[in-house]
DNA sequence: CGTTAGATTGCACACGTGTGCAAGAGCATT
DNA sequence: AATGCTCTTGCACACGTGTGCAATCTAACG
């Protein structure tokens, strides 16, 4: 047999019919007739055909194909979401192509523009922002553009996200139950709206309430990050409570104020978590943490892949709700201040 | 400005040259003069071109896709290598196309069809074991085929495995070292060869050492099924140490002995895992572990995917090698035979 | 049997690109 | 000045597919 893919002109010649017989038997509500349909079906079996989806994308000016950007794959939410999405995507029919936005060095603009040239169905970013003149381009070529927990970036589009002001209230409420007058937030440096929507929610209540609160910002979103604001930020012993945008930070957090600065949790302080991943409900670790569910997101990105509507008619909003989850790091059944008893 | 995407002829027509002439300024090495390059350039820059890869993917009988079947998307040590995977594929020009195994409830054949419609440039398994025919097809279509830790399966395909052998003989020893006599051995249900490979090589060795093994095998590759282990397990209190076929597993395993029947690790028993996955060296789980670098296994798929050779003159075949990372779950500081004591 | 409506089939074009081929332009060598 | 060589440019074809249009075929009805 010869080398090469074989193409609908094969089949048609192998069953004895035209070619366009060939390309009717594979779409779907075409008319062909019982027995031809069925003598190309044998033939196509036999020679091994595939439709070529380059040609058919190219003749239908539009693929199969939907973007992904994604980054930071080491956390697990983010994975967990990359899962959902892939998993809906075959549901649909669709393909995922994956970007990885750390290897492009977060330049959104050049992998979504690379995207485009695949002429996708849509891209989703689930990290990064696009220039605003990419936005453009996708409104442009009616290309659907999902943003999750983007923010109100300027430009029409399809946008998700979490409910944080909700999430950060939730989490302020828990801390005033547990009796803290001086909280720290944590989140990374790398300037994550969502992490710093949530944030700002969490410190207006605190200090609505009349708590003290001490900001700490740096580094990535991973467990590295949660251990260095520990070590930092219970230099200062006053402190007795810790809000951080994710879990991961979170659990880095909990891990050195526990095993390297050898703290109680929650008698000391209480730490509450973003994100509600696997690794947090661990008996190890038990973090009290946000959670909003990766099945509202997933429905949500399906809506706006269903929506028939051109872009330019306008853009879907969704608001993904939010609820806390109590475990072992909040809710100490002790007295107030007992941390500065130990003093 | 008129809707849909801008083609090569339009910006020719811009620029007033031939479509060839553009063309030409976007194909690496062809022959274009420098003004007319720019000029060029300048049109295309100003209409918002985009080459059109599925045109030219028909036209190359080739595209920059690469696809990747990987499942199991909550296991890190997996997303780490598809991390690691979409990263590498950018800086050699080439797009990832993401297959969830699971979506398609293992159905590799289909995946690896579906994904040959878009005459990829190769395939690689993470997850799954492609039936025969279509490792065929991929030979016959001159698309190359990574299997990583697939075991030996028949058919001319690229390989690249942990060193599993040497991986279950180095756990093995440590357990000896820690004068463990009656270890378990416990891994997914779902019969990943490499899952095979290593826990066998560790028996083989306990064996012949005079120990007594037993085996247990159930469930998904996920911490729960490491739970459900150590209840099984510790219920027979002369098990003195257990050999995890991954960390996800192990963590699973440490965690429930530790906080739910109330053992300490390292004194009653030894734990090891396998893969050394990021939340292994948490400082809350100390997880002595068989790593096998993710960098490794990146470097062999480059080799696989630079390789110019057509399939058929032979595939190429790698060997990752192992290393034993030492934590706190082996090692213990006592004499031997102190769980027995504990009876 | 004649007519008509409906189903089926093939022809031919379009989608956007890369490139072989030949023609032309510019320049150096004899 | 004539010749040969290199560089550039446009024409035209091919890649594999979907589909409008017209032609053909089938069957039902009068």
């Known amino acids: 047999m010869k080398s090469g893919?074989?193409?609908?002109?094969?089949?048609?010649?192998?069953?004895?019919?035209?070619?366009?017989?060939?390309?009717?038997?594979?779409?779907?509500?075409?008319?062909?007739?019982?027995?031809?349909r069925e003598r190309i079906l044998r033939a196509a079996e036999k020679l091994g055909y595939r439709v070529n989806r380059l040609a058919q994308g190219l003749q239908m000016a539009q693929s199969n194909l939907v973007g992904v950007v994604a980054s930071n794959l080491t956390s697990p939410f983010n994975t967990a979401l990359l899962d959902g999405i892939s998993a809906a995507l075959f549901t649909r029919g669709l393909q995922c192509m994956l970007l990885n936005a750390e290897a492009a060095r977060d330049d959104i603009g050049t992998l979504v523009n690379q995207v485009l040239e695949y002429r996708v169905r849509a891209?989703?970013?689930?990290?990064?922002?696009?220039?605003?003149?990419?936005?453009?381009?996708?409104?442009?070529?009616?290309?659907?553009?999902?943003?999750?927990?983007?923010?109100?970036?300027?430009?029409?589009?399809?946008?998700?996200?979490?409910?944080?002001?909700?999430?950060?209230?939730?989490?302020?409420?828990?801390?005033?139950?547990?009796?803290?007058?001086?909280?720290?937030?944590?989140?990374?440096?790398?300037?994550?709206v969502s992490q710093k929507r949530r944030t700002e929610s969490f410190v207006a209540r605190m200090s609505e309430a009349g708590a003290r609160v001490t900001p700490w910002m740096s580094g990535p979103n991973n467990f590295e990050t949660g251990r260095e604001a520990a070590r930092a930020l219970l230099a200062d012993s006053s402190i007795d409570g810790a809000f951080c945008a994710t879990d991961l930070i979170a659990l880095g957090f909990l891990d050195t104020a526990r095993f390297e600065l050898g703290m109680d949790v929650p008698q000391h302080f209480s730490i509450i978590g973003f994100d509600n991943i696997p690794e947090a409900a661990?008996?190890?670790?038990?973090?009290?943490?946000?959670?909003?569910?990766?099945?509202?997101?997933?429905?949500?990105?399906?809506?706006?892949?269903?929506?028939?509507?051109?872009?330019s008619e306008g853009a879907l909003n969704f608001t993904i709700p939010v609820e806390l989850i109590e475990r072992e790091t909040t809710g100490a059944r002790t007295r107030k201040h007992t941390s500065k008893a130990a003093l």
Do not use: Y
Not at 10 to 36: K, M
Not at 137 to 145: G, I, T
Not at 282 to 302: N, Q, Y
């Open 5 to 36: 893919f074989i193409t609908a002109a094969d089949v048609a010649r192998e069953a004895g019919v035209s070619r366009s017989a060939v390309s009717r038997t594979f779409t779907p509500g075409a008319s062909v007739s019982r027995d031809v």
């Open 123 to 192: 891209v989703v970013i689930l990290s990064g922002a696009p220039p605003e003149e990419i936005i453009e381009a996708c409104l442009r070529n009616d290309v659907r553009l999902i943003l999750i927990n983007r923010g109100t970036l300027p430009g029409n589009a399809d946008k998700i996200d979490t409910n944080d002001l909700t999430g950060g209230q939730l989490a302020a409420e828990r801390m005033l139950l547990d009796g803290r007058r001086h909280v720290a937030t944590v989140r990374s440096g790398n300037g994550s």
């Open 282 to 311: 661990w008996p190890s670790h038990g973090l009290t943490t946000v959670s909003h569910p990766i099945e509202a997101f997933i429905d949500a990105i399906l809506s706006c892949l269903d929506d028939e509507r051109q872009l």
